[in-house]
């Protein structure tokens, strides 16, 4: 009798037990289940349609059910608010130097997507002390599970401003144009970037073709180059097209994805945002987006260092 009891008793405990385990496996995939992973946009140089990129790429990851946001990081010269045609109260320096909780500088352009402002006029933010910068990373890490994609606006160019933040990101799409100028603007960035992180995932976006052909010419002869002096080459994501709709929509200060969802940029950047998708897979961000603080940390001390 006391046998069949102490069996019981086990059983009984062995199974509580295992309910509770899978109990809280259940809350901690809960809590797993955003993670935002951080994607940089960055340019060789200025006039190729980066921001206008970032904007729009933004948009059709919110209209397929992704969580965006925007934070504009070309401070003093950020046009994403522009862009957007939306008003910003706050932008990111107001947010880091006030210690603004960055929840209150946002601004919502859809239901899935939002963005922090740059900001226009003002003097650089990434010289920052340490207190701002442990700032921005703490805000960083309460926002992430609130989104599906955090996405930096960088400026044009590599600058030290904001290159510790680019080489600490999980992935970065690279935009550039068939343009020569603009092309050994952009291997000159995937230099100094590979020459600080060579296993960077970077993906390459022709911007302003006359057809497919002329993109995908345009990364063969960028990614032969790199591939033979640096050893390592972005991959292939697309090209887009040049239209007159996208044009018009940045003077109505209505990003085309809104102002013109049936043109072709618009179609275009649909196919791309599910390239890029199925390109960095969805595990990447529960995978590294927990050091990013760590990254950032530790690529601005070498960067600096590099300085001395």
């Given at each position: 009798?006391?046998?069949?009891?102490?069996?019981?008793?086990?059983?009984?405990?062995?199974?509580?037990?295992?309910?509770?385990?899978?109990?809280?496996?259940?809350?901690?995939?809960?809590?797993?289940?955003?993670?935002?992973?951080?994607?940089?946009?960055?340019?060789?140089?200025?006039?190729?349609?980066?921001?206008?990129?970032?904007?729009?790429?933004?948009?059709?990851?919110?209209?397929?059910?992704?969580?965006?946001?925007?934070?504009?990081?070309?401070?003093?010269?950020?046009?994403?608010?522009?862009?957007?045609?939306?008003?910003?109260?706050?932008?990111?320096?107001?947010?880091?130097?006030?210690?603004?909780?960055?929840?209150?500088?946002?601004?919502?352009?859809?239901s899935n997507v939002s963005f922090i402002a740059g900001g226009t006029g003002l003097s650089s933010l990434f010289h920052l002390d340490h207190g701002h910068l442990s700032f921005f990373i703490e805000q960083l890490s309460l926002i992430k599970r609130d989104y599906d994609f955090i996405i930096f606006d960088f400026g044009a160019g590599a600058s030290d401003d904001m290159f510790h933040f680019m080489l600490a990101v999980n992935r970065l799409i690279l935009i550039t144009t068939p343009e020569p100028p603009a092309m050994?603007?952009?291997?000159?960035?995937?230099?100094?970037?590979?020459?600080?992180?060579?296993?960077?995932?970077?993906?390459?976006?022709?911007?302003?073709?006359?057809?497919?052909?002329?993109?995908?010419?345009?990364?063969?002869?960028?990614?032969?180059?790199?591939?033979?002096?640096?050893?390592?080459?972005?991959?292939?994501?697309?090209?887009?097209?040049?239209?007159?709709?996208?044009?018009?929509?940045?003077?109505?200060?209505?990003?085309?994805?809104?102002?013109?969802?049936?043109?072709?940029?618009?179609?275009?950047?649909?196919?791309?945002?599910?390239?890029?998708?199925?390109?960095?897979?969805?595990?990447?961000?529960?995978?590294?987006?927990?050091?990013?603080?760590?990254?950032?940390?530790?690529?601005?001390?070498?960067?600096?260092?590099?300085?001395?």
């Amino acid at each position: 009798m006391y046998a069949s009891s102490l069996i019981g008793y086990l059983v009984i405990h062995m199974a509580n037990d295992q309910a509770e385990q899978l109990r809280l496996r259940i809350l901690q995939g809960k809590n797993e289940e955003r993670c935002a992973q951080i994607v940089g946009i960055a340019s060789g140089k200025g006039g190729v349609g980066k921001s206008v990129f970032c904007v729009n790429f933004s948009l059709a990851l919110g209209e397929i059910g992704k969580k965006v946001l925007i934070i504009d990081l070309d401070v003093g010269m950020g046009n994403v608010e522009q862009l957007m045609g939306k008003s910003a109260q706050l932008n990111i320096v107001d947010a880091i130097v006030n210690e603004v909780n960055f929840q209150n500088a946002l601004v919502n352009v859809t239901s899935n997507v939002s963005f922090i402002a740059g900001g226009t006029g003002l003097s650089s933010l990434f010289h920052l002390d340490h207190g701002h910068l442990s700032f921005f990373i703490e805000q960083l890490s309460l926002i992430k599970r609130d989104y599906d994609f955090i996405i930096f606006d960088f400026g044009a160019g590599a600058s030290d401003d904001m290159f510790h933040f680019m080489l600490a990101v999980n992935r970065l799409i690279l935009i550039t144009t068939p343009e020569p100028p603009a092309m050994a603007d952009s291997y000159s960035l995937i230099k100094m970037v590979y020459a600080m992180k060579k296993n960077l995932d970077i993906s390459c976006v022709v911007n302003q073709t006359f057809g497919r052909k002329e993109g995908w010419a345009t990364w063969q002869r960028l990614s032969s180059v790199s591939e033979r002096f640096l050893g390592a080459s972005p991959s292939w994501l697309a090209s887009l097209h040049r239209d007159n709709d996208l044009l018009m929509s940045v003077r109505n200060q209505i990003p085309c994805m809104l102002n013109r969802p049936q043109a072709k940029y618009s179609v275009e950047m649909r196919i791309l945002t599910r390239a890029f998708l199925a390109q960095c897979g969805e595990q990447v961000a529960r995978r590294h987006q927990s050091s990013f603080g760590d990254k950032v940390r530790k690529y601005l001390k070498l960067t600096r260092r590099d300085e001395e």
